[in-house]
């Protein structure tokens, strides 16, 4: 699949709000990646399209010498084919150009699809947050990935 990412833009958030809904129980507000784009700057937030199709986005924060996964989502039929590691490359290779040599990101515990990719990149399990998730009360497992490569290299 040929994917062009770029930095998220106002006129791809209805496209992320609807992916956004589509794949998480508690999702984010249009308002929220508003704020991404505009206002946090800390903020690296990103899409990536197969064609005119918004195939996945991702959030990424620095701050200082740490980065985090805020959110990422692949769309359902864009799914297996190496999206959600493209966006991820492109994020953390962001950050670590501004400055990151680390980064965390939490997870539900039951996210098997999420933990497997995650654990493919290097992260390993590094605390545990019981009862995180507002909606069914499911554990986090926050997971890290320490020391941070420089991915802007790797891929
Ligand atoms: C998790 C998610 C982002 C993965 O996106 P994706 O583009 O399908 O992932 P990739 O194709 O880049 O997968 C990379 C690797 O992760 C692992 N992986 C991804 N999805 C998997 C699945 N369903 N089952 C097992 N392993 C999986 C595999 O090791 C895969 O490599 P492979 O396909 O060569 O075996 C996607 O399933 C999604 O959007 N889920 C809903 C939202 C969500 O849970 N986001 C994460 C919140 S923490």
């Known amino acids: 699949m040929e994917l062009a990412i770029r930095r998220m833009q106002d006129e791809d958030v209805p496209a992320v709000f609807q992916l956004d809904r589509a ?11 508003l704020f991404e784009i505009h206002k946090n700057e800390t903020s690296i937030p ?30 359902e039929n864009a799914r297996r084919s ?11 290779g962001q950050a670590y150009s501004r400055g990151a040599r680390k980064a965390f990101l939490e997870v539900r515990a039951g996210n098997q699809p999420a933990r497997k990719l995650y654990l493919t990149l290097g992260f390993v399990d590094f605390d545990l947050r019981k009862r995180y998730y507002a909606d069914n009360h499911e554990d986090a497992i926050i997971m890290l990935l320490d020391p941070l490569p420089d991915m802007n290299a790797e891929e």
């Open 23 to 33: 794949s998480f129980s508690l999702p984010w507000t249009e308002l929220s990646y």
């Open 46 to 75: 990103l899409v990536a399209y197969a064609g005119t199709d918004l195939a996945g986005f991702i959030v990424v924060w620095q701050v200082e010498d740490e980065a985090h996964i805020g959110t990422i989502a692949v769309a």
């Open 82 to 92: 190496g999206v959600a590691r493209s966006l991820i490359y492109a994020g953390l």
